[in-house]
């Protein structure tokens, strides 16, 4: 995954690109042979809901790669112009079609061999007329004990979705940090 | 600050690139006109900490534009192939030279403008020998009486130090997640 954001060509000129270390800096970087642009690579944001029905948990059937056809909580990359709880929002909206209530941040997990940082916030949904975008087969709610939990996309997923249930059984939701692989 | 990642050229063939929205999307990217490759522009993490002495602060002053001489949390943008928390680690040796024991998250603020989420965790210096990196002028411990307020470089930073004092006042530290502009 990190492989593929590889530069070869530069932004600025579209010259060729080499990696080597710069004269103040200290790691790789695509450094431009013409016009010697440096090109930064960095770890991308995952916003996402656990958009919840009672005591039921909306979860969307990727009809995308990668993990076409398994279950996730809605979620998406980030984008400029909106804030980390907007982009959840957004990718709850465009993946399920949902109306929900944004509540608080509940998870932030890193994903280092993916270069992403995973977070997803609490969300209480304000209906239950599901309207799935493109990526989506379907949108459904589960139970705790229908969870598909062989069948979830991302291991981010599962955690949450753990966290979930532990802290609704304990009566009280905190915020959950921590990293995978 | 957005417009500075502006993407002219494809970074796979170094082709032109036209600014227009694919057919599966819903917003503009940089589209290569010659092999269709789409680019991606997202927000990026800025990780730092917040060290501690006794009921001092650490703030180093910046050697490096933007805000030149003024004074700043140590911070950075997150690197690929580690944590929120090892980069934040990370930027305080190299801002700093300085030891900490790392402790929990303490702010996430959404700077939307800027394309950025700063992330602060809350760290326990070792000791107070600080050897400053190129990127830093002096690193100085303060009392809060002795902040420099008015010269700190970031908002973010003044948040943070602001979150930081009083939750010490009360006694219990949380977690501070916010936006600015």
Request: aromatic share 10%; proline share 4%.
């Given at each position: 995954?990190?492989?593929?954001?590889?530069?070869?060509?530069?932004?600025?000129?579209?010259?060729?690109?080499?990696?080597?270390?710069?004269?103040?800096?200290?790691?790789?970087?695509?450094?431009?042979?013409?016009?010697?642009?440096?090109?930064?690579?960095?770890?991308?944001?995952?916003?996402?809901?656990?958009?919840?029905?009672?005591?039921?948990?909306?979860?969307?059937?990727?009809?995308?790669?990668?993990?076409?056809?398994?279950?996730?909580?809605?979620?998406?990359?980030?984008?400029?112009?909106?804030?980390?709880?907007?982009?959840?929002?957004?990718?709850?909206?465009e993946e399920a079609g949902?109306?929900?209530?944004?509540?608080?941040?509940?998870?932030?997990?890193?994903?280092?061999?993916a270069g992403q940082v995973?977070?997803?916030?609490?969300?209480?949904?304000?209906?239950?007329?599901?309207?799935?975008?493109?990526?989506?087969?379907?949108?459904?709610?589960?139970?705790?004990?229908?969870?598909?939990?062989?069948?979830?996309?991302?291991?981010?997923?599962?955690?949450?979705?753990?966290?979930?249930?532990?802290?609704?059984?304990?009566?009280?939701?905190?915020?959950?940090?921590?990293?995978?692989?």
């Amino acid at each position: 995954m990190l492989e593929a954001r590889r530069i070869k060509h530069c932004r600025v000129c579209g010259g060729a690109t080499q990696y080597l270390i710069p004269a103040d800096d200290n790691r790789h970087r695509a450094v431009c042979t013409v016009c010697g642009e440096v090109h930064y690579e960095n770890p991308l944001n995952v916003v996402g809901t656990v958009p919840v029905w009672g005591d039921q948990v909306l979860l969307c059937r990727r009809n995308i790669e990668p993990r076409y056809g398994m279950w996730t909580l809605p979620a998406g990359f980030m984008e400029l112009g909106e804030t980390t709880a907007e982009g959840a929002l957004r990718e709850t909206v465009e993946e399920a079609g949902a109306r929900v209530e944004m509540q608080g941040l509940f998870s932030m997990l890193n994903v280092v061999r993916a270069g992403q940082v995973h977070l997803f916030y609490r969300a209480r949904l304000e209906d239950i007329n599901f309207d799935p975008g493109p990526e989506t087969i379907e949108a459904q709610l589960f139970h705790e004990h229908q969870i598909p939990w062989e069948q979830l996309a991302f291991r981010t997923v599962r955690d949450t979705l753990k966290f979930y249930f532990a802290d609704r059984a304990a009566g009280q939701f905190g915020l959950h940090v921590g990293d995978i692989g």
